[in-house]
């Protein structure tokens, strides 16, 4: 089975931290860019944070000082410390692989089932 699956979300304080883990099925070679992106009620999907497997990242605006992506390649897995959370902060997050090799080919935007991260007083 090819899949993502995220752990780490809940409930946060504001000024709070959470830490987000995204691993890949053993059936996953090789991950090109892996990211984090979020969606709030009534809002579109938006890019939170990206890694190359070479370990370049890119941000958010609104998160760039607060959040680090990194990955262990290794272990085909993706992380999203989060820091100095906002209520703006909450929303579903949702891993995503844009491009990976299988045991059964080659599979694009690949994503997570989400995980809800809820940030409050």
């Known amino acids: 089975q090819v899949q993502l699956v995220e752990s780490g979300g809940g409930l946060a304080q504001i000024g709070g931290s959470l830490r987000l883990s995204c691993t890949a099925s053993?059936?996953?070679?090789?991950?090109?860019?892996m990211g984090w992106y979020r969606q709030a009620p009534g809002k579109q999907r938006e890019l939170v944070a990206a890694?190359?497997?070479?370990?370049?990242?890119n941000y958010a605006d609104s998160v760039k000082g607060r959040f680090t992506i990194s990955r262990d390649n290794a272990k085909k897995e993706v992380y999203l410390q989060m820091n100095s959370l906002e209520p703006e902060d909450t929303a579903v997050y949702y891993c995503?692989?844009?491009?990976?090799?299988?045991?059964?080919?080659?599979?694009?935007?690949?994503w997570g089932q989400g995980t809800q991260v809820t940030v409050s007083a």
């Open positions: 995503n692989a844009d491009r990976v090799t299988t045991a059964y080919g080659v599979r694009y935007a690949l």
């Open positions: 890694i190359t497997s070479g370990g370049r990242t």
């Open positions: 053993r059936s996953i070679f090789n991950i090109d860019t």
